[in-house]
């Protein structure tokens, strides 16, 4: 690699550092917004939503029965049922059924729920017609509802495809059960379950304190998107008028909707090329943080940055030329490039990054140099070292806010995550517990931080809100 192209490179790669300095500052920021977010009953771009989600407890692991959970999460509708052990352990049956693309828009609100009413009881035939006893549902609806108690929330709006316009301000809990009611099915809809929250309840669950000597204190999502919650108690939580609180409560789950952090960019970075991906998407000017760490914006801030290098002249200039004044129309079309494909290049140790090569010809019919591959990796690199270092903000962040309701408890802290960037993406999970260290938000206390992956949230987890509905 020339000198000139060595020093482009360095200079994009800076633009995506971040040091030990700006973490604990981002981090005392995130904090400061979470006691906003609670205080605040407004939901604006400049806060973070703090949801309360009116789960109460966090599970033993000595919960028992069956239970229920139905999970629509865009254009597939699941079913389980989860038999809890009782002992960290459960048994789970599952069908998954596709959602025909016209009960999604330009129809009622009760046809949906009908159909949703019809595959539970679908479910219920195949895998528990001998059941005569009524069953408890957690219901995991992941679009935007104003959620008012465990078993009430009302649609905000449709993402995902969804178009119904009618259903916009219903309770869904209701909708459904009046249809499971309507096909005579023993079932309550007792619980409105978010995901996240669900990562949290499964791992706490499954978690063995006596065996792992740690206590699960957040469940967060480094997938697609992002998302995190955790317990606080309720005198933290300010918002929450105490006539929709029992008496006994002492603390609550809650929804952080932490994507949104710092909406205005007081304090996180952003380069041009954040700018632009930003530009491009349905949402401009929201989630800021999410894009800047989440699998679906990983692959576009590469694709944009060898775009707009490609433009200052710095690189595919001879395949522009060979190819008579274009390049490959892929590269130029936006969401080309995945965070799985950015995976693949980042651990490429084959000969003249070969690997890299067919990767690039196959996905965005690119031809590469060797140089030019050494520059891509060292690109991705330097974004997926950002968006690692950026999840640690919000996990730390939580650790300094729940510290205190276990200092008389000497076990260790962890984390559970779902998600294909904290599962698959190499080095990832390292990444974030190292700049967690830089943090240090425990302050010379002796006690570990560690990551767990917590699997199927919206199920698992649903049952779980379900069992302590």
Same mark, same amino acid.
């Given at each position: 690699?020339?000198?000139?192209?060595?020093?482009?490179? *360095?200079?994009?790669?800076?633009?995506?550092?971040?040091?030990?300095? @700006?973490?604990?500052?981002?981090?005392?920021?995130? =904090?400061?917004?979470?006691?906003?977010?609670?205080?605040?009953?407004?939901?604006?771009?400049?806060?973070?939503?703090?949801?309360?989600? @009116?789960?109460?407890?966090?599970?033993?692991?000595?919960?028992?029965?069956? !239970?229920?959970?139905?999970?629509?999460?865009?254009?597939?509708?699941? +079913?389980?049922?989860?038999?809890?052990?009782?002992?960290?352990?459960?048994?789970?049956?599952?069908?998954? !059924?596709? $959602?025909?693309?016209?009960?999604?828009?330009?129809?009622?609100?009760?046809?949906?729920?009908?159909?949703?009413?019809?595959?539970?009881?679908?479910?219920?035939?195949?895998?528990?017609?001998?059941?005569?006893?009524? #069953?408890?549902?957690?219901?995991?609806?992941?679009?935007?509802?104003?959620?008012?108690?465990? /078993?009430?929330?009302?649609?905000?709006?449709?993402?995902?495809?969804?178009?119904?316009?009618?259903?916009? /301000?219903?309770? %869904?809990?209701?909708?459904?059960?009046?249809?499971?009611?309507?096909? &005579?099915?023993?079932?309550? =809809? %007792?619980?409105?379950?978010?995901?996240?929250?669900?990562?949290?309840?499964?791992?706490?669950?499954?978690?063995?304190?006596?065996?792992?000597?740690?206590?699960?204190?957040?469940?967060?999502?480094?997938?697609?998107?992002?998302?995190?919650?955790?317990?606080?108690?309720?005198?933290?939580? &300010?918002?929450?008028?105490?006539?929709? =609180?029992?008496?006994?409560?002492?603390?609550?789950?809650?929804?952080?909707?932490?994507?949104?952090?710092?909406?205005?960019?007081?304090?996180?970075?952003?380069?041009?090329?954040? %700018?632009? +991906?930003?530009?491009?998407?349905?949402?401009?000017?929201?989630?800021?943080?999410?894009?800047?760490?989440?699998?679906? @914006? #990983?692959?576009?801030?590469?694709?944009?940055?060898?775009?707009?290098?490609?433009?200052?002249?710095?690189?595919?200039?001879?395949?522009?030329?060979?190819?008579?004044?274009?390049?490959?129309?892929?590269?130029?079309?936006?969401?080309?490039?995945?965070?799985?494909?950015?995976?693949?290049?980042?651990?490429?140790?084959?000969?003249?990054? *070969?690997?890299?090569?067919?990767?690039?010809?196959?996905?965005?019919?690119?031809?590469?140099?060797?140089?030019?591959?050494?520059?891509?990796?060292?690109?991705?690199?330097?974004?997926?070292?950002?968006?690692?270092? #950026?999840?640690?903000?919000?996990?730390?962040?939580?650790?300094?806010?729940?510290?205190?309701?276990?200092?008389?408890?000497? *076990?260790?802290?962890? @984390?559970?995550?779902?998600?294909?960037?904290?599962? !698959?993406?190499?080095?990832?999970?390292?990444?974030?517990?190292?700049?967690?260290?830089?943090?240090?938000?425990?302050?010379?206390? /002796? &006690?570990? =931080?560690?990551?767990?992956?917590?699997?199927?949230?919206?199920? $698992?987890?649903?049952?779980?809100?379900?069992?302590?509905?």
């Amino acid at each position: 690699m020339d000198s000139k192209l060595e020093e482009v490179l *360095k200079g994009v790669v800076k633009e995506f550092a971040i040091d030990k300095e @700006f973490l604990i500052k981002a981090t005392q920021k995130f =904090v400061s917004d979470m006691d906003e977010g609670l205080s605040s009953k407004e939901q604006t771009r400049e806060h973070m939503p703090m949801i309360p989600t @009116f789960v109460t407890s966090l599970p033993t692991g000595k919960e028992k029965g069956i !239970f229920l959970a139905a999970d629509l999460g865009g254009t597939n509708f699941r +079913v389980c049922s989860i038999n809890l052990h009782g002992d960290h352990t459960f048994e789970l049956k599952q069908s998954k !059924f596709k $959602v025909p693309q016209d009960l999604m828009s330009n129809n009622t609100a009760e046809n949906l729920f009908r159909y949703l009413a019809s595959k539970v009881g679908s479910f219920l035939n195949e895998h528990h017609s001998e059941t005569s006893e009524s #069953l408890k549902l957690g219901f995991t609806f992941s679009f935007p509802v104003n959620q008012t108690a465990l /078993n009430r929330g009302t649609l905000i709006r449709w993402t995902k495809g969804f178009d119904l316009p009618e259903c916009v /301000n219903k309770d %869904v809990v209701e909708l459904l059960q009046a249809n499971l009611d309507a096909l &005579k099915l023993n079932v309550d =809809v %007792v619980a409105l379950a978010n995901d996240t929250v669900g990562t949290l309840l499964s791992r706490a669950y499954s978690n063995n304190p006596s065996q792992t000597n740690a206590n699960t204190v957040v469940g967060a999502i480094f997938g697609t998107g992002t998302n995190g919650a955790y317990f606080d108690t309720i005198d933290k939580i &300010k918002k929450l008028d105490s006539a929709s =609180v029992g008496k006994n409560v002492s603390g609550m789950v809650i929804n952080t909707e932490w994507g949104s952090f710092d909406n205005t960019l007081e304090i996180l970075p952003s380069t041009k090329y954040d %700018v632009i +991906v930003d530009k491009e998407t349905a949402n401009p000017g929201y989630h800021l943080f999410e894009k800047r760490i989440s699998g679906m @914006f #990983l692959g576009e801030l590469l694709r944009v940055t060898l775009i707009e290098l490609f433009k200052e002249g710095h690189i595919f200039t001879d395949l522009y030329k060979s190819r008579g004044g274009s390049l490959p129309h892929r590269l130029a079309e936006p969401w080309q490039l995945s965070s799985e494909v950015l995976s693949y290049m980042q651990i490429d140790d084959s000969t003249d990054l *070969k690997m890299s090569q067919l990767i690039l010809e196959n996905v965005l019919r690119l031809p590469t140099t060797k140089v030019e591959r050494i520059f891509i990796q060292q690109l991705t690199q330097a974004i997926s070292n950002r968006a690692a270092y #950026l999840s640690a903000i919000p996990l730390a962040a939580i650790l300094i806010r729940v510290k205190d309701q276990y200092k008389d408890d000497p *076990k260790d802290f962890e @984390f559970g995550c779902d998600g294909s960037v904290v599962e !698959f993406y190499p080095g990832f999970r390292e990444k974030v517990l190292k700049a967690i260290e830089l943090i240090d938000p425990l302050k010379g206390e /002796n &006690k570990k =931080v560690r990551l767990q992956i917590a699997k199927d949230g919206s199920g $698992v987890g649903a049952a779980l809100c379900a069992s302590v509905a």
